[in-house]
Structure formats: C-alpha cells, structure tokens
C-alpha cells in the first residue's frame, strides 16, 4: 500500500497547480491522505530604530495529513510538515528544511489526541488582524515543542483543549559528571496548556492559559501567560475582535508582569477586505506603556491566492513606522 500511495503522490503533486484548499492523494481501503501547502513572500520594513526594506520568505510549507479508519467511531491519524525558511536576508544560502510537524493520534466522537512533535495552543492565541506590525500584541513565550501531548474538543458550540509538555532529556541524573557532560543537569522543562471557548449567536469567546515550569531547567523559575478573547460578526461584511492578557514571569526570583489589550476590526467589500488595530502592551517597572497601531488593505485574487499591504507604527522610543507588502499562494 505504501508504494501505491508514492506512486500517486508524485503525478498529483505536479498537477497541485490549481487546486483548492487541500489535494487528496488517496481514498481506498479506509485509509485518506490529503497533503496542503503554502508559499508567501513579502518586501517588508520592520517598526523600530534604522530599519530598512528587504524581501523576506515569510511562509514556505507542505504537510501530508494520513487518516485510518480503525472502527466506525475511531480513526488513527497522523501528519508530517516541513517548512522552507529562515534563510538570512544578506547572504545567497537557501534555508532550512525544517520538520514543523510530527505526530500520530487518534480521533472519534469524543475529540482528538495527538502526540509528538506540534504547536502548542499559545500558537492560536491572539485577535489582531495584521500581517506583521502588531508589534505591542499579546505573544507568549512557548508556541512549539517537540514532546508534546495535545487533547482537542469542538462540538460547534463548545470547544476545548489541553496539552502537556515534557522537555525531557531522558536523563535523571545530577551528579557532577552529568552536569559537566551536559546531561541529567536540572529539571525538566513543562509547560501546561488550557483553552476554552464557546460559540452563541455572532459571538465567539474563549481563554488561553499557559504555566511553564522549571524554565531554564532551574527549579522554582517559571512562566505564566492568559489571553481572554472575544470577536463579534454581527454585523455584514464587518469583524470585531478584541483581548486583554498578561503575561508573567518568576525568574531568579524578579517577577515580572506585562499586560496586553488589542481592539480590531475588518470590513469586506467583494474581494477587498480592510483591516485596522490597535495595541497595547504595559510591562512592569517600564515608566509608560506602549501603543502600536496598523492598517492594511487584502485583494483576493482566488480563494487561494491575495495580495496584500500593510503600514504600521509604535510610539516606542526611537522606533519608526513600518510597511510591508506581500503574496500568498496555497493549496
């Protein structure tokens, strides 16, 4: 079977041209394999000090997602990713290749848990409807882990997730040989994860909540972060979001919060979407706070397909304005 699915991967690959949103590869024998992608360039000039255009690879990324009918209520699944990225902007090397994706689950009636390497719930976390410059925006610490257990819940109107991580080196050692050969030294790194959500008519609610242990692999430093989000789309063609958030963190014994508000809204016009925010970020012991603000207009030229500018500006000290443009191709 495995050779069979090969087989047909290549041709269907190499017709992805103009496919939609996912190309399935394979649907025999109660086994699926679909396989997405993405690619997105953009010329961008960052918010801060001396800064200056360059283009920038922003997204490059291919994943084959494999579904096994185990039972009637019961499905096994998997799915692998690799990303094209991270080349530096002033030399002629091409990247990486790097596996973003690697874990196997299950899924049924009752929800879906996954194991291995995946985001973490943080990843999804945040309303802003920029591209790149809500610089001042809600952000978390730990978005991606390799050892990584994820439990997810969506009934339409309900919705739910857990993860624990373990970054674990797979050593239970301290002695003073072990430190000095860079194993076993301190505690393992874990980091909890909770969300919950709930639909009711155009509202959509939910919170983040993120503790990190052991940060470091010192005992007793440890990381907290919470995001409260909620978007209207009451009304046609317009998008309301907003959050507020803290993150906090207890290292070597300094604690320190940062708080974060974010507002945005989008309207739609045929293929023409507009989109604007507004952030703020709030970090103890700072004398001021920070705003930043953004704007940005999307053209859908295929479901598939948009192009896209973006301008954007924080009153951080000796920080200038930004812009960005851009393009995005996915399958």
Known sequence: MKKTILAMAVPALLAAGSASASINLYDAEGVKVDVSGAAEVQYIQEIGNNQDGKWRLDDGDIQFDTEVAVSDSLSAIAAVDFEFENADADTDTNGNVENNLLYVGFKGDWGQFTAGRQLLLMDDAGITKDYELAKNAFGADYTHAQQVGKYVYDNGTFYGAATFTDKSDGYDDDSAEAIANGYGAGEDVRVYEARLGYRFADVDARVYY?????????????????????????????????????????????????????????????????????????????????????????????????????VGDSDGENEDFGYVAGMEVKF
């Open 210 to 310: 993120q503790k990190a242990d052991n940060v470091s692999r010192v005992s007793d430093d440890e990381k907290d972060a919470y995001n409260f989000e909620i978007e209207y789309a009451g009304i046609e063609n317009v998008g309301l979001a907003a959050s507020i958030g803290r993150t906090s963190a207890d290292i070597g014994g300094n604690d320190v919060d940062t708080d974060y508000t974010s507002i945005a809204a989008d309207y739609t016009m045929g293929k023409t979407t507009y989109g604007i925010g507004y952030d703020n970020k709030d970090e103890e012991g700072n004398t001021s706070d920070v705003n930043g603000y953004y704007a940005n207009i999307t053209y859908a030229l295929h479901s598939n397909a948009k192009v896209y500018a973006e």
